[in-house]
């Protein structure tokens, strides 16, 4: 079965600092990988996601994310975190030959700091 | 833009009542689903359905149930609310590689 571990359950960061928040997959195959960013009482927005081809994504608000097979990992980055950045982030994998459900990570809730 | 509208931003229910929580989506996606979410457990599935009239059990099933009538609509049904469901719960609707999620139900069981 897939699985997703998100291994922060918080970050905090100063608003201009850059940011990385980890996910780490298991999987037998290449998943489908996304991020998903919730704000306060919000559902949930896709910032960004992985089929294949070029393993570092770019995403909505300045995100990107960098597939590495070997570590078995999809973790998202931003140079430079702005307070509006400040929510709960999930990483999701779909296993990609059958049947299309997400599993989601616990989520990482990030901090910013004036 | 596809839209994905629950009925409830947020409810208030008694224990022992029985619950329906409403989802709708307004693309014609054969794929819905819905998540419960609790702080520390990000989102597990409790039911999915791929079409009208069909539906499948997602990871806690138990003390739910879930109607599909019409593309549409999908309904999480709480036979007899407890206060361990409390929870937000999220639909979400699917095409292709595309996955939109509602805004969510925040549901408090007294």
């Known amino acids: 079965a897939q699985s997703v571990t998100q291994p922060d359950i918080h970050i905090t960061v100063s608003e201009g600092a850059s940011l990385e928040l980890r996910c780490n997959y298991s999987?037998?195959?290449?998943?489908?990988l996304f991020w998903y960013v919730q704000s306060p009482g919000q559902g949930l927005q896709l910032l960004l996601k992985?089929?294949?081809?070029?393993?570092l994504v770019q995403g909505i608000k300045g995100f990107e994310a960098e597939f590495k097979r070997s570590q078995s990992s999809f973790n998202l980055r931003k140079p430079s975190v702005h307070w509006s950045d400040a929510a709960e982030y999930f990483c999701?994998?779909?296993?990609?030959?059958?049947?299309?459900?997400?599993?989601f990570g616990r989520g990482t809730s990030l901090i910013v700091h004036p | 833009d596809v839209k994905v509208t629950q009925s409830s931003r947020y409810l208030v229910k008694r224990t022992g009542e029985k619950v329906f929580l409403e989802c709708v989506q307004d693309?014609?996606?054969?794929?819905m689903f819905w998540y419960r979410q609790d702080p520390g457990l990000g989102l597990r599935l409790i039911y999915f359905?791929?079409?009208?009239?069909?539906?499948e059990k997602g990871d806690i099933p138990e003390g739910y149930s879930v109607s599909r009538e019409k593309k549409e609509r999908f309904s999480l049904i709480l036979e007899s609310a407890s206060t361990n469901q409390t929870s937000m719960y999220l639909c979400a609707s699917r095409r292709g590689d595309g996955y939109t999620f509602g805004s969510g139900t925040r549901l408090t069981v007294v």
């Open positions: 999701a994998v779909v296993s990609s030959g059958g049947s299309y459900i997400p599993t």
């Open positions: 999987y037998g195959a290449t998943p489908y």
């Open positions: 992985y089929f294949s081809g070029d393993t």
């Open positions: 693309m014609d996606h054969e794929n």
């Open positions: 359905s791929y079409d009208v009239k069909m539906k």
